[in-house]
């Protein structure tokens, strides 16, 4: 069985660490990964940038809406995700589009730069 | 990481918040002060044995509204509130508190703590000194450090310019549109400040100074996070970002400064980069420019081209004409020249701040870029006498270093010169 791990922190917090307390916890986080990497079980692990980044695109009838920020709503949950190369936000919020179309219902998307990620190990 | 740095991190991180709560019920800033330092003296006690509160913020203020009451008894009319034990082991009910006693509320009061920092009233130094102790909680040693001054003469700014805000009278009660927009920007122009005391700190500053850039990168993440929706504040944190990212390559390992355009471009950092990439990128999608955002599309410019033949000088100097037409400063048509140069060659770019003398006669880059100029053009003699005047004006040691170095790179060429 595949499964997501989602990480949840106050934002604030992590990033007023300086760097030897950031890099003393990626070094921590990456020894209890190894294990997986080198079995071939870990798929993609993604850092994403502050919430600040984000843009939501809500759909809202035909057109939808783009707001700045993060997902903040609590009456809808997190179904899945995407890890897409795009050139610009632009290019990322027209996927986003073309996916809110093809979907039916309501709904949102969160639109989040990736600061760092390793493609993992996982067999196709 | 340690309970101990935790602790410090996640009381760093709530400080803005909670001292701008207890500004606003005791709407006074030693009196709010001193009852965060008490709460935070609690916090220390209580968190290592019972584990950090899901709310950190709202713990502080909920404690530190009780010090704060405690001691002064001002407030005597106020209700009763749950001790901190009893809310520590209720997270949900913490929480829950918390929304009822400050909800949207959190936003204009720290808006209002920075803003009182930076008073109109206020001279930009002691602005940024009492943004610092305030908002940041430096120690007043940690300041003066970084400023190159004395403890008591730090402490003395400090305590004045308290005083002053004291009887400058702040209003509490929630700004409108307007006033919320006019904090907003004089708050943005404080971080700045903050920023530019690090940032144009040379390479032998104390870490103290060089540490004001991290701390301005933090407080307009914080005010990003509380304005979600402002351009201008997107703009202002991507342009810090995005300078601040080249830190490493700005000056080499004698001290001396490296110019973009010889930096090792390998050395900035792709982290802040990307932050400040992302967030220009957001901001210019409302297609309303201010000065800040288009100063951080200049920068991230720059930080696109992987090597300096790739800089799309040609855009820079669109940027330029923009930010001339925005915030119309003889610097602006300084920094244009520089793109022009690139586009159009040192003559046009000559005559584009020839007539910026008079004003700029005192500036040591005017002549800096001056003497570059009518160095390409071949006029190494005028290129000498304007080098010889950026050094007298020079700012730092490491600017001093570096025209003295042009200058020497110039002299065997000039004796070369004479003696044929």
């Known amino acids: 069985m595949l499964y997501a791990i989602l990480c949840y922190n106050d934002e604030a917090s992590v990033g007023a660490w300086s760097k030897a307390e950031e890099d003393q916890v990626m070094d921590a986080l990456w020894a209890v990964q190894e294990p997986y990497v080198q079995a071939g079980r870990m798929g993609p692990v993604a850092r994403l940038l502050p919430t600040t980044a984000a843009t939501t695109l809500r759909k809202n009838g035909d057109e939808p809406l783009v707001i700045d920020g993060p997902f903040a709503e609590t009456k809808e949950q997190l179904l899945g995700f995407y890890v897409v190369d795009c050139d610009d936000l632009d290019a990322a919020l027209a996927l986003a589009r073309d996916l809110a179309k093809a979907n039916p219902g309501l709904g949102s998307y969160e639109i989040r730069p990736v600061l760092t990620h390793r493609p993992g190990t996982l067999p196709a | ?420």
């Not at chain 2, 520590?88 to 400050?102: H, V």
């Not at chain 2, 009887?167 to 943005?188: H, S």
């Not at chain 2, 730092?396 to 270093?401: I, Q, R, S, V």
């Open chain 2, 1 to 420: 990481m340690s309970d101990l740095a935790w602790i410090e991190a996640a009381l760093t991180s709530a400080r803005p918040q909670a001292i701008g709560a207890l500004l606003r019920y005791f709407r006074d800033l030693d009196t709010a002060e001193e009852a965060f330092q008490e709460a935070c003296l609690r916090a220390l006690r209580s968190w290592p044995d019972k584990g950090p509160p899901r709310d950190p913020a709202a713990w502080l203020i909920l404690v530190g509204r009780n010090a704060g009451v405690d001691t002064v008894r001002k407030l005597s009319r106020q209700q009763a509130l749950p001790d901190e034990a009893a809310i520590s082991d209720l997270e949900d009910a913490e929480a829950d508190l918390a929304e009822r006693l400050d909800g949207a509320d959190y936003r204009d009061d720290i808006l209002r703590l920075l803003f009182v920092c930076c008073h109109p009233d206020l001279p930009a130094t002691q602005q940024i000194a009492l943004a610092l102790r305030i908002v940041s909680g430096l120690s007043v040693k940690q300041i003066a450090r970084a400023f190159l001054v004395g403890e008591s003469a730090m402490e003395q700014r400090i305590t004045r310019a308290k005083a002053r805000i004291a009887k400058a009278d702040t209003p509490f009660e929630a700004p409108g549109p307007i006033e919320r927009a006019e904090r907003l920007a004089a708050v943005a122009a404080m971080i700045y400040l903050v920023f530019n005391e690090g940032y144009s700190a040379g390479p032998g500053a104390t870490d103290a100074r060089a540490g004001l850039a991290d701390e301005a990168i933090r407080l307009a993440r914080l005010l990003l996070r509380l304005f979600q929706t402002e351009p201008e504040i997107m703009g202002l944190t991507a342009l810090i970002l995005l300078q601040h990212a080249r830190a490493a390559a700005r000056f080499d390992s004698a001290g001396e400064m490296v110019l973009l355009d010889d930096q090792d471009r390998r050395l900035w950092n792709a982290g802040l980069i990307a932050e400040g990439l992302a967030l220009i990128d957001k901001a210019m999608r409302h297609r309303r420019p201010g000065p800040y955002q288009v100063q951080a599309a200049i920068a991230a410019l720059h930080a696109r081209a992987a090597a300096p033949a790739e800089t799309d000088w040609a855009q820079i100097d669109r940027l330029y004409a923009t930010l001339e037409r925005l915030q119309p400063s003889p610097v602006v048509t300084l920094n244009r020249a520089v793109a022009v140069s690139k586009v159009a060659g040192p003559a046009a770019a000559l005559a584009m701040i020839e007539p910026l003398a008079p004003r700029l006669t005192g500036y040591f880059h005017f002549h800096g870029l001056k003497g570059a100029l009518l160095l390409q053009l071949g006029q190494t003699e005028a290129a000498r006498v304007a080098f010889g005047q950026a050094i007298a004006l020079a700012n730092t040691p490491a600017e001093a270093a570096h025209i003295r170095a042009r200058l020497d790179r110039l002299l065997p060429e000039n004796d070369a010169g004479a003696s044929t």
